[in-house]
């Protein structure tokens, strides 16, 4: 595609609730990341693909989150049993080979967990 | 940890006028950096990336330098307009590759 696409744009849950988020990378773009954008705080690093290696996780908050990306391609972030103080835009970015190469950002999912 | 800072949180400027954004890290041991612009609600955009080898880069009436040496990258805006206006943000890439440590962030606004 012609940038990097996520979904659903908006989402408000329920309390205890599981949701997933979708990001659909540039094609070609063997490298996917997941930030989180909380009100009022910075873009905080939650997970790394590479094309086919293990991917980093060390940036996910709790074993609540978890992340796949399926044939290299799209990946869904998982959150399991929502809290409140999971409410965020969750961004995701996706570039040609790691970030040694220009990084490109969806518009995000804002979360809002009620 | 690498630790970024941007410096002003907030600026406000008249229309025409040319502007610095400051970008500061701790850790030299970088591979890039990139310059990005956020508008209220939105994803980031892709501004700038210099590679660590890099002293500058220019688009338009943007010109980012980097002195990594003493930590340092700055955003230069020529001749700024109203549509300027958004949240810049500076983020270092590690030498690894796999990572990007974002800084607070500028909130622009240019008054026209």
């Known amino acids: 595609g012609a940038g990097v696409s996520q979904s659903p744009s908006n989402k408000v849950t329920e309390k205890g609730k599981d949701v997933e988020l979708r990001c659909d990378p540039i094609?070609?773009?063997?490298?996917l990341y997941w930030y989180r954008q909380s009100l009022g705080q910075g873009l905080e690093f939650l997970i790394y693909?590479?094309?086919?290696?293990?991917?980093?996780k060390s940036g996910l908050p709790s074993d609540r989150f978890s992340a796949e990306r399926t044939g290299g391609s799209v990946s869904t972030l998982t959150i399991q049993r929502t809290q409140q103080e999971d409410s965020a835009v969750y961004l995701c970015?996706?570039?040609?080979?790691?970030?040694?190469?220009?990084?490109?950002f969806g518009q995000g999912t804002r979360l809002t967990v009620v | 940890k690498q630790e970024v800072t941007q410096i002003p949180a907030a600026l406000s400027v008249p229309e025409g006028e040319n502007l610095v954004l400051n970008c500061s890290f701790t850790?030299?041991?970088?591979?890039?950096l990139q310059w990005f612009r956020q508008d209220p609600g939105k994803g980031l955009t892709s501004l700038l990336l210099?590679?660590?080898?890099?002293r500058e880069q220019t688009s338009g009436r943007l010109n980012a330098s980097l002195d990594k040496s003493s930590g340092r990258s700055t955003l230069y805006i020529a001749a700024s307009q109203p549509g300027d206006s958004a949240t810049y943000l500076c983020?270092?890439?590690?030498?690894?590759?796999?990572?990007?440590?974002f800084g607070g962030g500028t909130r622009l606004m240019v008054k026209p």
């Open positions: 970015a996706s570039s040609l080979v790691g970030f040694g190469t220009e990084a490109f």
């Open positions: 094609s070609g773009h063997t490298a």
């Open positions: 693909f590479q094309g086919n290696s293990a991917p980093d």
């Open positions: 850790d030299s041991a970088i591979y890039n």
């Open positions: 210099i590679q660590s080898s890099q």
């Open positions: 983020a270092v890439g590690n030498n690894a590759g796999n990572m990007l440590t």
